[in-house]
């Protein structure tokens, strides 16, 4: 009995560690692969911990190596964008002008009752009141309301478009998402004369979101990071 | 980035031991292997002296494999060997034609904890 308290000691502190090596993505919604981690590391630690026959390490070391592949593996995806597609998939857009696109949530296997819940837990109860919806990697619904809709702040006192769309992200860490610039209905061309105007290279820049309004949000990449 | 590369380090001394272990499993499964063969000839060659002596000595090498073994392996496998381990010393005072089947499990079991260890299937051929 002593041996099982002290093997669930230890392994508790492996546990630990893994899940602080794992860092703070880990502790806030997951992602299909860090589910997977967490769910087999569960697993995994439960066999040392009752069967005394099996050597600590024999549990140790598989925790350890999914802990370390998960690191890489996001920091590999951080890179690009391409494999954190097929890491983690892509938001999809659920509630497009009050409509609800139907062939999107069959898609994704989403009843209808999810998304009300979902709206609902926001604190939307009317799906007309809706310019967007969108269904999140994590499976979280994100929800946008129409202008007239949303709550009133002194800027949008000042604001005159009356059906603008959120602002979406034209580069991100470099690569420019030519889905984002035909969804604010921009040109490359437009893209390039706001680069050639600011004196800048996509690749150095972090972060560009854009309006329709042909407004725009730069942040340059830090050097040494 | 500091815990990519501590992530790193962590698969890489994995792998360093891991290999390592596959060595020195290799190392004494011979020394095992010669120590049993010493033991059978000893008792063949009908010397009680010399056939104690070698019995003694594989009995406390197996007590060593064991202590060094119990880190990485299941211990089912290495409390079967033991048992086989143990019987050893009274079938040769006995007489027992069975001391010899015995060390043959032994040499068998302690074969199958080394190739199971290895990450790919052992050619039935080089047995």
Redesign the interface.
Known sequence: MLVVFLRTIMLYVVIIFAVRLMGKRQLGELAPSELVVTILISNIVTLPIEDTATPMLLGVIPILTLVCLEVIASAITMKSRKLRRIASGSPKIIISNGKINQKQLKELRFTVDDVLEALRSQGVFDIEKVQYAIIETTGAVSAYLKPQEQPLTMASLEEKDENSNPPQVVIDDGDVIYKSLEFLSLSEEWLCRVLESEDKRACDIFLMTANADKSYYIVDKEKGI | ?K??W???L??AS?LIT?SAWLVVLCNKNERLSQLIDDAVESVRSGDSDSATRAIDDLCKYWESFYATA???????PLDNVSDSVAKLKSLYENGSEEFYSECETIRCAADRIFKSNLPFVPDSTSQ
């Open positions: 980035m815990r990519v501590i992530c790193g962590i698969i994995i891991s119990s880190v990485f392996e299941r211990s089912t």
